[in-house]
């Protein structure tokens, strides 16, 4: 990332907040040269030196390369745009965006915020803080309607083209290679604008910037992806087991206000492009794959990227940001994280004061090209507990070892491998509701016999270690019919207070109080209800999560039935995670079938048998100075104590 002192910083953003000589009085010339407020900087950080009550309020329409609804014409692109005064005399400032569907649906934050306009149609009342705050330092805010929603043109397409293109026209047109038109008609360039931007938004708007950044446009500096989606493939699925059905129509028409017959075209072809009927990657899903896909490749990306993601988010799970950012790593990309022990929470309701911060140096430093030592920190920012945050080097740590544990016939989960020959069997069946089993049932009483899973315990943990990474399944199996569906879950039985995320808030409590970030308005205020971390103290809680239809073992895109009788080597990974085992606790393998709270799928009746002497699990675990083989006793365990049932409420889905 190339660098510049302060001190010539400074001086360019001096030079161009100067204004040219203006006439005063009449009969006769007399020069005054007005002093524009400059971007100032102090201790690394720019200042509030702009007046948010003065500011340009505008919008323009950006024109896209899409024809999304089939018209005839480009679709438009609503911008609403808020900056300093200043920018309209000669200063250029760079821009933050916040890319979005949900301007006038679920709206945006904690507290459901959407936009206001005034009589002319000028937004009056922006979402969020990032206007508030941003604009007086010198940043113009500019919140954009996604292609098909609030006053954009066109269909949404749940991850598409024209979703990501649609973004990225406005990037291109703030560095001169798009076209823009006032309400009037009339062409607008953004000549205002250094032309240096950056993209930031939670779940879809986060996923927007990653679209974009995908495209490898140029002028995108810097994006702060916040839960978002890095392939909509594995937003609605994992190695072909189904999530949700309909999902692509579904949330396309959540965020579409026009009238339904005019995108019900578009909606019926992701409905037939995402196949439901076999859960299977194809081309259609390698559109909306801003990893390696037609429209974006994490090969492209030329920004730097701010990462915030929640371990324990069980609507845009943690696999979105881990293989993301381990393509960005083998790319070289700048890059920073943090990591909570949240569900789909926003850092602003997470850590807030340390959020805005280390955003408002990290903007700066982007965006501004200010020399403030933001990349001389630790990459990475763990939550390691309820509100116990820690620093290291990057993720996953450097310090992991993978650490691989194997079942033993006896139950036992540890690092010897079980008798040649030996085999265990459960049915994936049909649970209560006639789906799978609920994983409160599926994790209560491991030592329990119970005909639809398998369960694996560890002796007491000797040491406390972390998990850091990504846990990854070995199952050697054979099926009495040609697939079935698996599961694998990582449990951690002993009683802990932990963040609540399957609780209400997935994590948070909102309070009453309010704290301010900014400058406000009589329509635009820059305070927000606080909230607090909401704990529970629990016997059992499930570390990590995998899915898989026995047809994906090889190829999500080429599955292949099983023959009956005959083992197969299945591997898959597991959901990424940060977590501390503690000592005295003990570590679970548990293996079943369908999984009735997190797959829509249904049993198939087929019979699991599982070798376990081919079987295991790779955890990667920071075990401090000792050889993390040590965490666990090789075969045997003591008597179980633990609890006899355990209820895991299902949080509703937080799209948001």
């Known amino acids: 990332m190339p660098r510049r002192s302060l001190r010539r910083t400074r001086r360019h953003a001096t030079i161009a907040a100067l204004t040219a000589a203006t006439v005063i009085g009449a009969g006769g010339v007399a020069e005054a040269r007005l002093a524009v407020p400059k971007i100032v900087v102090k201790n690394g950080v720019t200042q509030p030196v702009f007046s948010y009550q003065d500011a340009i309020r505008e919008h323009v329409y950006v024109e896209s390369p899409i024809d999304s609804d089939r018209d005839g014409r480009p679709d438009r692109v609503n911008v609403d745009i808020v900056r300093p005064k200043e920018s309209g005399r000669g200063l250029k400032v760079p821009v933050i965006m916040d890319a979005s569907p949900y301007y006038d649906n679920s709206g945006r934050g904690n507290e459901g915020e959407r936009k206001v306009y005034d009589a002319a149609g000028n937004p ?97 500096e810097t994006i702060v992806p916040i839960s978002a989606i890095s392939s909509w493939y594995d937003y609605s699925r994992m190695n072909g087991v189904k999530y949700w059905t309909d999902e692509q129509p579904w949330l396309a028409d959540y965020v579409d206000t026009d009238p339904p017959a005019k995108c019900a075209a578009v909606r019926a072809e992701l409905d037939a492009g995402e196949d439901d009927a076999t859960g299977d990657y194809n081309a259609y899903w390698s559109e909306s794959n801003y990893r390696r896909g037609t429209v974006g490749n994490v090969g492209n990306v030329r920004a730097s990227v701010f990462a915030f993601h929640g371990v324990n988010d069980l609507n845009v799970k943690t696999n979105h940001f881990s293989a993301w950012w381990k393509g960005l790593a083998e790319r070289g990309v700048t890059r920073k994280v943090w990591l909570s022990q949240r569900g789909h929470v926003d850092p602003f309701d997470t850590r807030r004061d340390q959020w805005v911060a280390t955003l408002h140096q990290w903007f700066d430093h982007e965006l501004h090209k200010i020399r403030n030592g933001v990349l001389d920190r630790p990459r990475a920012d763990i939550e390691v507990g309820p509100d116990q945050w820690i620093t290291q080097a990057d993720w996953p740590s450097p310090g992991a070892r993978a650490l691989t544990l194997r079942p033993g016939a006896d139950g036992s989960l540890g690092t010897a491998p079980a008798a040649k020959g030996t085999t265990a069997t459960y049915t994936d069946a049909p649970g ?38 990504t846990p990854a399944a070995r199952l050697k199996v054979k099926l009495d019919r040609p697939t079935a569906n698996l599961t694998a879950l990582l449990v951690d039985y002993g009683t802990d207070t932990r963040v609540d995320y399957l609780g209400r808030g997935e994590g948070i409590e909102t309070l009453t109080t309010e704290s301010c970030h900014g400058e406000s308005t009589a329509a635009d205020d820059a305070c927000y209800k ?22 994906n073992r090889t190829s999500l895109s080429s599955p292949t039935p099983l023959t009956p009788g005959r083992y197969y080597d299945v591997r898959w990974q597991t959901l990424s995670q940060e977590y501390v085992l503690k000592k005295g606790h003990r570590l679970a393998l548990i293996v079943a079938g369908t999984d009735a709270d997190y797959t829509t799928e249904t049993p198939t009746g087929a019979q699991v048998t599982v070798d376990l002497a081919g079987s295991s699990v790779s955890v990667p675990v920071v075990a401090g100075g000792a050889d993390a083989s040590a965490l666990v006793a090789p075969k045997t365990r003591d008597a179980w104590r633990g609890p006899r049932e355990v209820v895991l409420p299902r949080q509703p889905r937080n799209l948001y």
Not at 155 to 177: E, I, M, Y
Not at 442 to 469: C, E, F, H, K, Q
Not at 530 to 551: F, H, P
């Open 530 to 551: 606080q909230t607090r971390t909401r704990t529970v103290t629990a016997d059992v809680n499930v570390v990590g999560r995998g899915w898989l239809d026995a047809q």
């Open 432 to 469: 209560p509701q006639g789906s799978g089993h609920s994983e409160g049932d599926l994790v209560s009483d491991p030592t329990a016999a119970r005909p639809y899973r398998l369960a694996y315990v560890s002796a007491p943990l000797p040491a406390t270690a972390r998990i850091s990474g």
């Open 124 to 220: 009056v009342k922006f979402p969020l803080y990032y206007d508030n705050y941003f604009v007086p330092r010198g940043y113009a805010f500019l919140a954009v309607d996604m292609i098909g929603t609030t006053k954009s043109d066109g269909c949404p397409t749940s991850g598409g083209a024209p979703d990501v293109l649609g973004a990225k026209a406005v990037v291109d047109w703030l560095n001169g290679r798009a076209k823009a038109y006032r309400p009037d008609g009339s062409p607008v360039r953004a000549d205002w604008s250094t032309g240096r931007t950056g993209m930031i938004g939670k779940s879809y708007d986060g996923t927007l910037a990653n679209g974009v950044a995908a495209t490898g446009v140029k002028g995108l």
